[in-house]
């Protein structure tokens, strides 16, 4: 980060070097408004601290200058006290704030430290916005619906809550990525908490945070995620794993919209999007005594349901692709597709675990993949053989005779009725398939 000071008395340039240098910033200091812009242009300072009396163009035209250039940049003025009326002049031309001569060294570096802090906060969501850009992959009616009601409330100013339900692997994770990154708090803290990661005694304190001396190990004040996602994005993944002591705090909060830490007086205001998401069904949940009823009304404002895969298989193919493509990227190769009759038997398959099995099925077939495309021998051998289980299993219960007279015609029209390789394929003789034709009174 660099640091641009235009003075024109030298010992306030090195008094800044020095307090400033053990921030680890780059610094330029100057003596005249003239070498300060083009300093600033060529080196596009993060923070400018300009003086308002300058030899030849004065601070103001400097701030007006820098201000033409760069909107977002930091500006700091020094002034006289007695010329105050200047630094609100400053301050309506966009400066961020000002020191009057003489000031204490120490507060302008306290100052120019936070200012720093939220630069590189601010950088940091800025790139977590743009590497977290989410895609959500699909055509199924489901998914397109998915998709539009995360546009809505992405892209919506007010803050509201969302239940995300649905199986396993079905992308609820995902959906709550892309309301937040692709709509207008993109740039605003996405804060998660996985409730069936953490046990349930340190939930409360992942979510409120502490103040120091709270209980024993507290040592030092914490702030919790709560407090964390202010302003952005609360997700509560796995919800339905949530202590049921701490659900009556949480609805407190959601509705008080402000929460205090734990050992805190404070309170501390609260606004975000509050997104949940489970793979339980909070209805039975609620039932069995494991879930607040009314904290699931006050998050099932906005409800969105994830469909299983196996509802919605005109989207295997599209995400096979988009596997496919990814898994070139990361892993180097150049593999152009699957085959009509893989991607046939990938679309009968169940998918139980939904698209999270298929994103892992594409990865493995991938690591081994040598050729261009992707072929059934190159299927792993449960998603080939789920095929015959699944018709196997449709077997049982019925007699076995039907169970014969099916498999015999199957056969038959396989074979295009040639009797000697249906006998063959059937491990029968040909005398024995014509007589189970004739009792079964088989025809085409
Ligand atoms: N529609 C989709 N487009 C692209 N990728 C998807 C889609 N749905 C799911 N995925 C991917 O599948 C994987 C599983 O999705 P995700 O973690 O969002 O599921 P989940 O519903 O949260 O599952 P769980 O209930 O087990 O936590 C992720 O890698 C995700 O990126
Ligand atoms: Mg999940």
Redesign the pocket.
């Known amino acids: 980060m660099k640091v641009l000071i235009i003075d024109d008395e030298k010992s306030i340039r090195l008094s800044l070097r020095v307090a400033l240098g053990k921030l680890g910033v780059k610094i330029f200091a100057v003596a005249s408004g003239e070498e300060g812009i083009e300093i600033f242009r060529r080196e596009k300072p993060d923070i400018s601290i300009i003086d308002v009396n300058l030899p030849g163009i004065n601070g103001i035209e400097v701030l007006k200058e820098i201000r033409k250039k760069d909107k977002n940049c930091i500006v700091i003025m020094i002034t006289y006290i007695s010329e105050v009326r200047l630094a609100v002049e400053a301050m309506k031309l966009g400066a961020n704030d000002y020191f009057t001569k003489p000031f204490n060294m120490e507060e302008m570096k306290e100052s120019i430290e936070d200012h720093l802090k939220y630069i590189k906060k601010s950088q940091e969501l800025s790139d977590q916005g743009e590497e977290n850009k989410t895609e959500i992959i699909g055509k199924s009616k489901s998914i397109q619906n998915v998709k539009e009601i995360a546009k809505k409330v992405g892209n919506m100013l007010y803050d509201t809550f969302i239940l995300i339900q649905g199986e396993s692997g079905t992308g609820?994770?995902i959906i709550a990525k892309a309301i937040h990154f692709n709509g207008i708090r993109r740039n605003k803290p996405y804060i998660a908490l996985n409730c069936a990661a953490i046990p349930k005694n340190l939930q409360e304190s992942e979510l409120f945070g502490y103040e120091k001396g709270a209980f024993s190990d507290a040592k030092q004040q914490k702030k919790g995620l709560i407090e964390e996602s202010n302003g952005g994005t609360l997700f509560l993944?796995?919800i339905g794993d949530m202590d049921i002591m701490l659900q009556a705090k949480l609805l407190r909060v959601l509705q008080e919209k402000k929460f205090r830490r734990i050992g805190g007086i404070k309170e501390i205001a609260f606004q975000a999007n509050v997104i949940a998401?489970t793979n339980k069904s909070l209805l039975k949940e609620i039932e069995n005594g494991n879930f607040r009823e009314d904290l699931y009304y006050r998050l099932n404002v906005v409800p969105i349901y994830t469909t299983p895969l196996r509802e919605r298989r005109e989207d295997i193919e599209l995400l096979i692709n988009y596997f496919i493509s990814q898994y070139n990227k990361s892993l180097n190769k150049s593999v152009k597709g699957i085959t009509k009759e893989a991607l046939e038997i990938c679309e009968n398959y169940e998918w139980r675990g939904n698209v999270r099995e298929l994103k892992n099925f594409v990865e493995r077939v991938m690591i081994f993949q040598e050729d261009e495309w992707i072929d059934v021998e190159n299927l792993p051998q449960n998603i080939i053989s789920y095929e015959s289980t699944k018709d196997s299993n449709a077997f049982i219960g019925s007699n076995l005779e039907s169970v014969e007279m099916e498999m015999i015609h199957k056969t038959l029209q396989k074979n295009n009725w040639n009797i000697s390789k249906t006998a063959r394929d059937l491990g029968i003789s040909r005398v024995t398939l014509r007589r189970k034709i004739e009792k079964y009174s088989i025809h085409k």
């Open positions: 609820k994770e993944d796995e998401a």
